[in-house]
């Protein structure tokens, strides 16, 4: 069974930084490692995701202000959250996803760490 664990959320006031990170338990190697977030009465949105190869890509109200990255041999992916506004409180879910050759996509979610930024 495979868990991804968050660390890193907390309390920061708007401009300050904050670092998730995520790490998968196992050694599954992931196509894909990622962050979603959900605010309060709103669905739930990427905010970044990065292929075992490296390749990044982002939702516009974050691009500039956070960056991720990920360790493949420790299945870890980080995200790097700076100029943080009130806009960014949520709760932060890391997830991951195999694409095997044969058989069904399979995605799994982490528990979510919540980040909440005030003005």
């Known amino acids: 069974q495979v868990q991804l664990v968050e660390f890193g959320g907390g309390v920061v006031q708007a401009g300050g930084s904050l670092r998730l990170s995520c790490a998968a338990s196992g050694t599954i190697r992931f196509n894909t490692m990622g962050w979603y977030r959900q605010a309060p009465g709103k669905q739930r949105e990427l905010v970044a995701a990065i292929t075992s190869g490296g390749s990044t890509n982002y939702a516009d109200s974050v691009k500039g202000r956070f960056t991720i990255s990920r360790d493949n041999a420790k299945n870890t992916v980080y995200l790097q959250m700076n100029s943080l506004k009130p806009e960014d409180t949520a709760v932060y879910y890391c997830?991951?996803?195999?694409?095997?050759?044969?058989?069904?996509?399979?995605?799994?979610w982490g528990k979510g760490t919540l980040v909440t930024v005030s003005s």
């Open positions: 997830n991951a996803v195999v694409r095997p050759p044969i058989g069904p996509t399979i995605t799994y």
